[in-house]
Nanobody, 116 residues
Framework: QVQLVESGGGLVQVGGSLRLSCAAS????????IGWHRQAPGKQRELVAY?????NYYDSVKGRITISRDNAKNTVYLQMNSLKAEDTAVYYC????????????WGQGTQVIVSS
């Protein structure tokens, strides 16, 4: 059973930085594609970045967000810089086996609030 646990969210001012972590248990995370998604109040969940053999970013976060893996720690990170108020959301990590279209495993989410 794949279990994902996010951490690192919190309250930060506009222009600040946060690093979110997605730690896995029950599996080797490097075998999966990992995606970071977010859901802002009143909006649909959206994918912001994912990592396979390479990395991919949603247009609105390009240049400000970096996704990376630490296989030794079985953890994927989302480094977020130059945060904007519109980055406020609950951030979720999700996993899928390579070549699958759906994200099969989800964490519980971590809240990010960017205040001005």
């Amino acid at each position: 059973q794949v279990q994902l646990v996010e951490s690192g969210g919190g309250l930060v001012q506009v222009g600040g930085s946060l690093r979110l972590s997605c730690a896995a248990s029950g599996t080797v995370l490097s075998a999966y594609d990992i995606g970071w998604h977010r859901q802002a109040p009143g909006k649909q969940r959206e994918l912001v970045a994912y990592i396979t053999r390479g990395t991919n970013y949603y247009d609105s976060v390009k240049g400000r967000i970096t996704i990376s893996r630490d296989n030794a720690k079985n953890t994927v990170y989302l480094q977020m810089n130059s945060l904007k108020a519109e980055d406020t959301a609950v951030y979720y990590c999700a996993a899928r086996l390579p070549r699958r279209l759906t994200w099969d495993y989800w964490g519980q989410g971590t809240q990010v609030i960017v205040s001005s």
